[in-house]
């Protein structure tokens, strides 16, 4: 599906990089890309635009956390830059997820689509332990990113950021259309790199993944093309 393409995180520095990788694709490909904190705070708006002036989808990953009312502001912010999906981290709670989507809403131009906002629940460089003892939460990592789940759900998220073996009880816990959008995956063969638990693109459509987001194996490849061909056919065809 359209939508549901594969996401392509641009953890690039420059935009002569990112403009150099983009026009490797061809002109009628249309792209979802990732834009996150390391490419905007060095580029800032004009990258966002420079990906939009493409045609492509982007998902501005910032994670924002703050007091609800400075999150709403920067939301309204954020939805006048036109981005297609952004995101907030759920620590920051239920009011604030709430005022975020007013704000999204807010910016949001008269008769244009409100970005999707979707939530972080535990980073996954978070350890049980690290939970247990930096933020003293003392249930199972898998509990903390169900309740945070339920969070984002209750505030009216569309989704969550998740690692793709917890898409089934996340959406048990919220609803079949609540979206997980999930990192770490990796072609059949492929390097893992820094991820620690990886699935292939058709691995976590199977069990329900939405949204797969994809950076080194396509980024760094000889042919980012080629390889984004086959994990899109990989996602596409599970
Ligand atoms: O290169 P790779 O495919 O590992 O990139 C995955 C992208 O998803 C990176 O931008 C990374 O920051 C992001 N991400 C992740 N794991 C999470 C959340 C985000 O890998 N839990």
Not at 35 to 45: N, P, R, S, T, V
Not at 144 to 159: E, Q, R
Not at 164 to 171: G, H, R, S
Not at 204 to 211: E, N, V
């Amino acid at each position: 599906m359209f939508e549901k393409r594969p996401v392509i995180a641009l953890d690039f520095s420059s935009i002569e990089e990112v403009t150099s990788f983009l026009d490797k694709f061809p002109k009628e490909e249309s792209l979802y890309c990732k834009i996150g904190m390391e490419l905007f705070y060095q580029e800032g708006i004009e990258v966002v635009k420079l990906v939009k002036s493409y045609g492509h989808a982007v998902f501005l990953d910032l994670k924002l956390h703050d007091i609800p009312n400075t999150v709403k502001s920067a939301m309204r912010g954020i939805a006048k830059m036109g981005v297609d999906m952004v995101n907030v981290h759920a620590a920051g709670g239920v009011e604030m997820m709430q005022e975020a989507l007013i704000g999204l809403q807010e910016g949001t131009r008269a008769g244009g689509v409100r970005p999707k906002l979707i939530a972080v629940t535990q980073l996954t460089s978070t350890s049980e332990e690290a939970m247990h003892t930096d933020q003293l939460i003392p249930v199972s990592i898998t509990d903390s990113v169900v309740h945070y789940a339920k969070c984002t759900n209750l505030a009216g998220l569309d989704g969550v950021v998740s690692s793709a073996k917890e898409v089934a009880l996340i959406k048990e816990a919220t609803h079949k259309d609540f979206i997980c959008l999930t990192p770490g995956i990796r072609p059949k063969g492929g390097e893992v790199g820094d991820q620690k638990r990886v699935m292939t693109p058709s691995e976590a459509r199977k069990i329900g993944s939405d949204y797969i987001v994809v950076g080194r194996p396509i980024t760094q490849a000889e042919n980012p093309v080629v390889a984004y061909q086959k994990i899109k056919e990989d996602w596409s065809n599970a």
